[in-house]
């Protein structure tokens, strides 16, 4: 159980386009969902918050124009890299916490690669 | 702020037991969670901490100090498929949200 998976795994997009990530809880209900980025050899950073039914929480330093965050129900979060270029070219990996589980377990789903050309 | 340390790179070989260091600084300190990456993957969650002491799983250890603001994964009876690399991760209480270490990248040789 706790499966969270991610589509698409990999992405190709040209400069100014607009990509969207989803991010589904496959086997439980999830009422935050977490948006991270990694860059090669690097460690991951967390983007934002995605809780349920309410705007997600971003990081310092994260645009909230740049990437939107939609967390319609609880097994589906998206993440649109808005304008896309290829600075934002990384791995972008979401987790999902599970309901009601303790603090301590987040479950990573097996991330998506984009290339920004 | 928070920051949290630990060794870029370890090598050791098969069957032998490596030890990785975390140490960090941060408020609301809730627990201690390492997490497992295989190069192109996912993490994968290893263990977690909130109390002080050694939790045991299988050939995996860790352990925490509260006082010390210090833990550290114990890695047994090395195989190959143990290369990866190791994050340890704060948990602070408020939103429950993980800070990642900059990790651990374990080359284990025959």
């Known amino acids: 159980g706790a499966v969270v998976s991610q589509h698409p795994s990999w992405v190709i997009c040209k400069s100014g386009t607009s990509v969207k990530i989803e991010c589904r809880s496959l086997?439980?209900?999830?009422?935050?969902m977490f948006w991270y980025r990694q860059f090669p050899k690097q460690s991951l950073m967390l983007m934002a918050t995605?809780?349920?039914?309410?705007?997600?929480?971003?990081e310092q330093g994260v645009e909230k124009d740049k990437f939107l965050i939609n967390h319609a129900s609880l097994t589906l979060s998206t993440l649109t890299v808005t304008s896309a270029h290829p600075e934002d070219s990384s791995f972008y990996i979401c987790?999902?916490?599970?309901?009601?589980?303790?603090?301590?377990?987040?479950?990573f789903g097996p991330g998506t690669r984009l290339t920004v050309l | 702020g928070q920051s949290l340390e630990q060794p870029s790179e370890v090598t050791a070989v098969e069957g032998a037991i490596v030890q990785i260091n975390c140490t960090y600084q941060?408020?609301?300190?809730?627990?201690l969670s390492w997490y497992q990456q295989h190069d192109g993957g996912a993490p994968t969650f290893l263990s977690y901490?909130?109390?002080?002491g050694l939790e045991e799983t299988g050939r995996f250890s860790s352990f925490l100090s509260r006082s010390d603001s210090y833990g550290y994964l114990l890695l047994q009876e090395l195989q190959m498929k143990d290369s990866a690399s190791y994050f340890c991760?704060?948990?602070?209480?408020?939103?429950?949200?993980?800070?990642f270490g900059g990790g651990t990248r374990v080359l284990v040789k025959p």
């Open positions: 941060t408020s609301g300190f809730y627990g």
């Open positions: 987790s999902a916490k599970m309901v009601p589980k303790a603090a301590d377990t987040q479950y």
């Open positions: 901490n909130a109390l002080d």
């Open positions: 991760a704060v948990i602070k209480a408020a939103g429950n949200k993980l800070t």
């Open positions: 086997d439980f209900q999830a009422t935050t």
């Open positions: 995605s809780n349920e039914g309410s705007k997600a929480t971003y």
